[in-house]
C-alpha cells in the first residue's frame, strides 16, 4: 500500500489517499518435452510416455504429472497420434500446449521362405519348373511371391550353376532379406 499525504501552506492536511500496489506472476510457465518428437513406434510395441518438463519463472521446474498430458496411442493400428502437454503455473498462469506426434507404422521386414530344393539340381536338357516362394510378414501376413519378385535365368542346354534371386516388399515399404536358390 503506498499512502499519499499533502499539507498546504496554511497547515491544511489533505484527506489522505492510498494506492494498492498488487505485485503478482503473471508469467506463463513454458514446456519442454522430452525424448522425440515425432516418436515413431513398430506396430504392437509398447508405448512409453516420455513425459516432459515445466519451467516457471516462480514455481522453478518440474515434471509434468499424468494430468497434465492427454492422448491416446493404439500401437495396433498404424496411424499417426497427438499427445497434447499442458500445465498451469500456481499463480493459474497457463503455459501453450506443445504436442508430440506418435507414429505408429509397419517397422518389421518381411520373410522369404523358399519352396522346393535349395539346391535344386536338374539335367542337361531338363525342363525348370521355378517352385517358388512364400512371404510372411507381420502385418501383410502370407502369401506366395509373383513373378515380378523372383529374378535369374536358368539355361537348361548348358551346363552350370545359375542363381535365382527372390525379393519381397510389403505395402509399408520394407524389404525381406533377398533369398537365393
Do not use: F
Request: no cysteine; aromatic share 6%; hydrophobic share 25%.
Amino acid at each position: 500500500t503506498i499512502t499519499y499525504t499533502y499539507t498546504d501552506q496554511a497547515g491544511n492536511k489533505a484527506d489522505p489517499v492510498t494506492r494498492s500496489v498488487i505485485v503478482k506472476d503473471l508469467t506463463k510457465p513454458t514446456i519442454n518435452l522430452k525424448g522425440e518428437n515425432p516418436l515413431i513406434l513398430g506396430i504392437n510395441e509398447d508405448y512409453v510416455e516420455p513425459g516432459a518438463t515445466y519451467s516457471d519463472n516462480v514455481d522453478g521446474n518440474g515434471n509434468l504429472s499424468n494430468s497434465d498430458i492427454s492422448g491416446t496411442v493404439n500401437t495396433t493400428s498404424a496411424n499417426t497420434y497427438t499427445i497434447t502437454y499442458t500445465y498451469t503455473d500456481q499463480a493459474g498462469n497457463k503455459a501453450d500446449p506443445v504436442t508430440r506426434s506418435v507414429i505408429v507404422k509397419d517397422l518389421t521386414k518381411p520373410t522369404i521362405n523358399l519352396k522346393g530344393e535349395n539346391p535344386l539340381i536338374l539335367g542337361i536338357n531338363e525342363d525348370y519348373v521355378e517352385p517358388g516362394a512364400t512371404y510372411s510378414d507381420n502385418v501383410d501376413g502370407s502369401g506366395n511371391l509373383s513373378n515380378s519378385d523372383i529374378s535369374g535365368i536358368v539355361n537348361t542346354t548348358t551346363e552350370n550353376t545359375y542363381t535365382i534371386t527372390y525379393t519381397y516388399t510389403d505395402q509399408a515399404g520394407n524389404k525381406a532379406d533377398p533369398v537365393t536358390r
